[in-house]
């Protein structure tokens, strides 16, 4: 049931799936694989998600989780033979996975766009970034240049550059690194997308500038009513910005559930390490911070079983099952799941005791 | 804790008007026996030059402008500000990777200010850095045992048994395995490299460490462990650390007191607690709003403080108080008057006309 078509500008049959009829975003056991010269690089290895719309996703791991392949995976840029890619992607009721690229190729930057982590190696350095955003508008929409570049303008307006007029001529290096990221936001809502996948948009920034940005992202998409993905190892800006979490550990999901869920009633030892192991300016300081034991593993020689548990301190009440069998994503409270050996009694009552309850 | 002497009559500020040459208002370094370190009016600008086959000047990057502060043996003070505040170049400065334009640098008690290279060099046992980058920071040409090994060399200390069993002591004291002592550094992962920097760092036993965002390149869960070893290691060794960052969280964790800096100025210096609690100056008062919390449920609570645009360039730094063209409280006397660093209470310098958190007169 493939959905290329000769014509691309007819409309193709869609593949249809009734139980993806109100979500966004639907990912199913989304498995993207590299082949390597060392071995066979699992970067994603079966992620399963939903994203409504309106709502914020905030994808959170470390190095080596998976969350950057798999906003790209989303967006279809992982193209040709350096990898294989399986699973569905469903974006509103069309799968993408096994769609024609020409399709996605319409899809993106019009149905889901991308914000980048630099903006400044994102951005071409030649051209100037009205014409960066009217590029983007036109290959979508049939308008003339001048409407176009209204538009473009109209965009910098809204994301809070001053004297948008003036400046939709400027090149990339004439902007600071903070209203760099806003053009790259007003590229990325140019053509209102339904979906917008930010990776790391404020790593690269100063924190007062990053609480700018945060903020504008917040609020447009309450504007534009977009559902935003938003992809980070910051626990801080996730809490800040995200309905719901995803926590990835070695292309797995470990643990998904609402904010509030995760930050109070995390249910998965990956998640309770980190938030153990930073240093959080709302509480009292602690003489010492509890790092997680160990080093994210390598993505060819996964461990097997729980990908976690050489790192975890809980092997031992899971009866040898973390050494052997890959944990299920099964629900541990309504709407709350994690990918853990552990039942849900267990993991509330390790939670108060012995990592919540510190002096 | 340790007291604050730098708290001293240590102020440093020189206006804009008076000469880049370390002399001003209260400019005396401090002489708090305890102070391992002091600078006063620390100046440094880096000169813009046009023309092909005669350069002229034509303006100066201030990335540092008159800064002073002292550390006492054993203490932990960190330098916290945005990109452009100056904080890099003023730990290149103590480390005298760079020559001062103006000011003074005084090491246990002696200026090492415009000490030459030759003179500078046994003191390099003394005061080193360990750098930001774990990736750019190591030869990737030269083996772990090569790297640890080298203050050795370059130093001609002799060892009681050997450079190589040193070094194998050195990477037992970071937590690495000594049988690691002829692998190359790519075979290592980032929080790795930073420990094989921190030993090589820790070779001859300096009194003073200046760590330029000794975490910041490091994922999360490595950062603790990062952050723990260098806690132990002050208990261990008698360190006195100079934390350069930009994550707050992290230098509250590890801080005894902490310099917010701001376009080469220095702006509040108080001691952690103080600081972190009872923020004086509009800028870290805006800096400390704008962190992200791990905590849902406090974010419909909070009021952030939103600072408009971006910082301007240090090339042209705004006249008299830097931070007013940002500021809220921005009246015309911000406009005109450069703030002194003056103390507002025990350990507790500002420089503000007006101060947050402070009852009024």
Redesign the interface.
Same mark, same amino acid.
């Given at each position: 049931m493939a959905a290329d078509t000769a014509d691309p500008a007819a409309e193709p049959p869609l593949r249809t799936d009734p139980g993806a009829a109100s979500a966004l975003l639907v990912v199913r056991d989304l498995r993207i694989h590299f082949p390597t010269d060392d071995g066979l690089v699992k970067a994603v290895d079966g992620l399963s998600f939903t994203l409504e719309r309106g709502r914020t996703l905030g994808i959170v791991g470390?190095?080596g989780s998976g969350k950057s392949v798999t906003s790209l995976g989303i967006l279809g840029l992982h193209q040709g033979a350096s990898a294989r890619v399986s699973g569905e992607i469903w974006l509103d009721g069309e799968e993408l996975v096994t769609a024609d690229p020409a399709r996605v190729r319409q899809l993106r930057g019009n149905k889901m766009a991308m914000i980048f982590q630099d903006p400044l190696s994102s951005l071409h350095p030649y051209y100037t970034v009205g014409n960066q955003i009217i590029e983007a508008y036109r290959v979508h929409n049939k308008v003339t240049r001048q409407a176009a570049r209204r538009h473009a303008i109209d965009m910098l307006d809204r994301v809070g550059i001053p004297q948008p007029a003036a400046r939709v001529d400027d090149y990339p290096h004439q902007f600071?690194?903070?209203?760099r990221q806003r053009v790259m936001i007003a590229m990325a809502l140019s053509c209102d997308p339904g979906l917008l996948i930010a990776d790391e948009p404020t790593t690269a920034l100063? #924190? $007062? #500038?990053?609480?700018?940005i945060?903020?504008l992202i917040s609020d447009l998409q309450t504007e534009f009513g977009s559902a935003v993905i938003i992809i980070t190892?910051?626990?801080? #800006? #996730?809490?800040?910005l995200?309905d719901d979490i995803l926590v990835m550990y070695a292309g797995k999901a470990a643990e998904y559930g609402s904010?509030?869920d995760v930050?109070?009633q995390p249910g998965h030892p990956y998640t309770w390490?980190? @938030?153990a192991?930073?240093?959080?300016?709302?509480r009292d300081?602690?003489e010492?911070? @509890?790092?997680?034991k160990g $080093?994210?593993p390598s993505l060819i020689n996964v461990p097997a079983g729980c990908a976690f548990h050489p790192r975890c301190g809980y092997t031992d009440l899971t009866g040898g099952r973390s050494a052997t069998q890959v944990p299920e994503l099964r629900e541990i409270a309504p709407g709350h799941l994690a990918a853990c050996h552990l039942t849900a009694d267990q993991q509330r009552t390790i939670w108060a005791e012995q990592i919540k309850a510190k002096p | 804790m340790v007291a604050a002497p730098g708290a001293v009559g240590n102020t440093g500020d020189i206006t804009g008007a008076r000469p880049a040459d370390g002399t001003g208002l209260g400019g005396r370094p401090s002489r708090s026996p305890d102070a391992l370190l002091t600078v006063t009016g620390l100046t440094k600008h880096f000169p813009v030059t046009r023309g092909i086959i005669v350069r002229r000047r034509v303006g100066a990057v201030q990335a540092v402008d008159g800064i002073g502060f002292s550390v006492a043996t054993g203490e932990t003070l960190g330098l916290v500000g945005e990109s452009g505040c100056g904080k890099t170049t003023t730990g290149r400065l103590l480390t005298r990777l760079l020559e001062p334009t103006g000011g003074t640098i005084t090491f246990d008690g002696r200026d090492i200010t415009h000490l030459s290279m030759g003179r500078m060099r046994p003191l390099r046992r003394d005061i080193q850095m360990i750098f930001q980058d774990p990736y750019s920071s190591l030869n990737p040409r030269h083996t772990v045992g090569g790297i640890v090994g080298a203050p050795f060399r370059l130093q001609h200390v002799k060892t009681d048994r050997g450079i190589k069993r040193s070094v194998q002591e050195l990477l037992e004291l970071v937590g690495l395995n000594p049988e690691h002592y002829n692998r190359y550094p790519h075979e290592f992962s980032g929080g790795q490299r930073q420990r094989i920097g921190i030993a090589r760092t820790l070779a001859l036993r300096p009194r003073l460490i200046v760590a330029d965002e000794p975490v910041s390149a490091l994922d999360v869960s490595i950062q603790a462990q990062v952050i723990n070893l260098l806690e132990d290691l002050q208990g261990e060794l008698g360190l006195t650390y100079v934390v350069i960052a930009h994550d707050l969280s992290v230098v509250r964790h590890i801080c005894d007191r902490v310099a917010v800096m701001y376009l080469g100025k220095l702006v509040e210096l108080a001691g952690r607690d103080q600081l972190y609690g009872l923020p004086r100056h509009p800028y870290t008062v805006a800096l400390l709003s704008a962190v992200p919390v791990p905590e849902p449920a406090r974010r419909r609570e909070r009021m952030r403080i939103r600072l408009t645009g971006d910082v301007p360039s240090p090339l042209n730094p705004p006249p008299a108080c830097r931070f007013h063209t940002r500021c809220w409280k921005a009246q015309e006397v911000c406009r005109t008057e450069e703030p002194p660093l003056a103390e507002l209470a025990p350990g507790h310098q500002v420089a503000c006309h007006f101060p947050e958190n402070t009852p009024g007169p």
């Open positions: 470390e190095s600071s690194g903070g209203m100063d #924190v $007062t #500038v990053q609480a700018q945060l903020d190892h910051d626990l801080g #800006v #996730v809490a800040e995200s904010a509030e930050f109070d390490g980190l @938030l192991s930073m240093p959080r300016l709302d300081r602690d010492r911070l @509890l790092p997680i $080093t994210p | -």
